[in-house]
């Protein structure tokens, strides 16, 4: 019998997961040295579609105790990106520092699952990381999860109730596992004049920080994106506009695009 793979990597989300990883992981809590391990794995709890890190107590340059146990939302959403670590999914303790800055936060949750070996999964937003010497943004990296970026002469254009905002044959199309296809335009094939730089910026694990542009057409609301200094695997886009198929009328040869909101982006945004 053939297998769906993108229908069963929807039905194991309500599934504790794990996968082993190589990479020599680093951090530090507080402006301080926290953890170096090389015998991590990757957890994603129940209903999270990113992954966090889990390691073993034992690699940790802080101690931790246990913090009381708070009762888990009855409401949950049915998937859930990277924020709000403290609300867990599976059963297990949450972990807080004995002593220093972040002493009463909890940093790290340990599942009671018995198959993760006593690791404890670490809140990525309250450490600094790296992979090896690589420094890390957003979330952990998902093994499973790749970008593709190919240049298209495809008919894209981008309009906004009657006004064309681009339309180009120059497109690059960026391909995202698990994410809709987004179309990142030369500026010379966008009206610029009709939008403005944004005080927004998000992070993405893979391809960086991007700053957001507005369309005064839609009273200042954010409409578009780019990257100015991407990561490597987005450096084919530095400084290509790509646009919200939720806010504005997407087509690609004719046909419309469809697209849908991703979780609120892992990283920040500018006040």
Not at 241 to 252: G, K, L, M, P, Y
Request: charged share 25%.
């Amino acid at each position: 019998m053939s297998l769906d793979l993108s229908a069963q990597w929807r039905s194991s989300l309500a599934e504790l997961r794990y996968a082993s990883t190589a990479k020599r992981l680093r951090a530090t809590l507080d402006g301080e040295p926290a953890l170096d391990t090389t015998d991590a794995l990757l957890v994603w709890e129940p209903r999270r579609v990113v992954p966090q890190y889990a390691v073993p107590a034992q690699d940790l340059r802080v101690r931790l105790e246990a913090l009381p146990a708070t009762p888990t939302p009855a409401d949950l959403p049915p998937v859930m990106g990277p924020q709000n670590f403290a609300v867990h999914t599976c059963p297990g303790t949450a972990l807080t520092p004995t002593s220093g800055a972040s002493a009463g936060v909890e940093v790290g949750f340990r599942p009671d699952d018995p198959a993760l070996g006593g690791r404890i999964i670490l809140d990525f937003a309250r450490f600094d990381w790296t992979e090896e010497d690589e420094p890390v943004m957003g979330h952990a990296h998902d093994p499973f999860k790749r970008i593709d970026v190919l240049r298209s002469n495809r008919h894209v254009v981008v309009r906004l109730g009657d006004t064309v905002l681009a339309e180009s044959r120059r497109a690059h199309a960026l391909f995202e596992t698990s994410l809709p296809v987004r179309w990142y335009l030369p500026r010379e094939d966008v009206r610029m004049d009709l939008l403005a730089p944004s005080q927004t910026h998000t992070v993405c694990a893979y391809k960086g920080v991007a700053s957001y542009l507005s369309a005064d057409l839609e009273g200042g609301t954010d409409i578009a994106w780019f990257y100015p200094d991407p990561l490597h695997d987005a450096l084919p886009v530095r400084d290509l506009v790509a646009f919200w198929s939720e806010r504005a009328e997407v087509t690609v040869d004719g046909a419309p695009v469809a697209g849908r909101m991703p979780p609120e982006a892992p990283g920040r945004r500018a006040s």
